[in-house]
């Protein structure tokens, strides 16, 4: 299952303090009409909403975390769900102890961001359930 795409253009920019990444970057993409792409970013937190897929159980388990924190990595990639951009997003946070914890991303409180989308030319990928994993994964 691939498709082959080519760099149609790089976004970069910032979010300002206060700022709830996920609700944002999916105001980016859809006043932009970004259908595929990757997205990276770095900087710090007030809070996040992080998790993990339980395979067994077939949902998200997921922790608030209220302090500051590092971003020290924010990954993901861009396609569409349900007729909208998608950002599915991956994040690894360090702690004033320099401990990190990392998970999907539901929310974050931004603190300072800066992120660059890489947006791709080419068929995007469509999100649809996925009854094997119980997920909304890539089809064909």
């Not at 897929?53 to 997921?62: A, V």
């Amino acid at each position: 299952m691939l498709r082959d795409f080519k760099i149609k253009r790089v976004i970069k920019g910032r979010l300002l303090k206060g700022d709830e990444i996920i609700s944002e970057i999916t105001k980016i993409l859809k006043e932009n009409s970004i259908k595929a792409g990757l997205i990276s970013g770095i900087g710090a937190v007030s809070r996040a909403k992080i998790g993990y897929y339980d395979q067994e159980k077939r949902q998200y388990i997921w922790e608030e975390i209220k302090e500051p924190m590092e971003i020290l990595s924010l990954k993901g990639n861009i396609s569409i769900k349900e007729d909208e951009p998608f950002a599915h997003l991956h994040i690894i946070l360090s702690r004033k102890d320099y401990s990190s914890i990392g998970g999907h991303l539901f929310e974050a409180d931004v603190f300072a961001f800066e992120f660059e989308i890489i947006e791709l030319d080419g068929e995007p990928y469509e999100r649809t359930f996925d009854e094997d994993t119980g997920l909304f994964l890539w089809k064909d």
